[in-house]
């Protein structure tokens, strides 16, 4: 049990474990040792969980934000590229194989 500073409560880390207990009138029936391990580990399994989705999101976040930052990259070469090729004497080739180029994204 953990013990709260100046409540002066005690505090389970079974709670549900000690709650079936509490609830019975006999309470002989019930071994609370292997329910409140049981309980432990489920509690610790949770919390493994909840810190795995925030560093999932933290990646998740993270890829979009590069994500986001390439897309605009590339738009902006584009926009350049398509400048470039305005001012450039006209040639079907070139127009060509610039419009490929542009295409060929992943």
């Known amino acids: 049990m953990n013990h709260l500073g100046d409540t002066n ?4 880390e079974t709670p549900r474990t000690d ?3 509490w609830n019975r009138l006999d309470r002989s029936w019930m071994d609370g040792t292997l329910c409140r391990q049981l309980e432990r580990e489920l509690n610790a399994e949770k919390q493994h ?11 998740w976040d993270k890829y979009d934000g590069d994500r ?3 897309m605009d990259r590339i738009k902006r070469l584009e926009e350049a590229g ?5 001012f450039t004497p ?3 080739d070139r127009i060509a194989q610039w419009n490929k ?3 060929a994204k992943p």
Do not use: C, F, G, Q
Request: glycine residues 0%.
């Open 9 to 12: 409560k005690m505090v389970s």
């Open 49 to 59: 969980v909840t810190e795995l989705e925030n560093r999932l999101r933290a990646l």
């Open 68 to 70: 986001n930052h390439y």
């Open 90 to 92: 006209p040639s079907a």
């Open 101 to 103: 180029s542009k295409e």
């Open 19 to 21: 709650k079936a207990i």
């Open 82 to 86: 398509d400048r470039l090729a305005a």
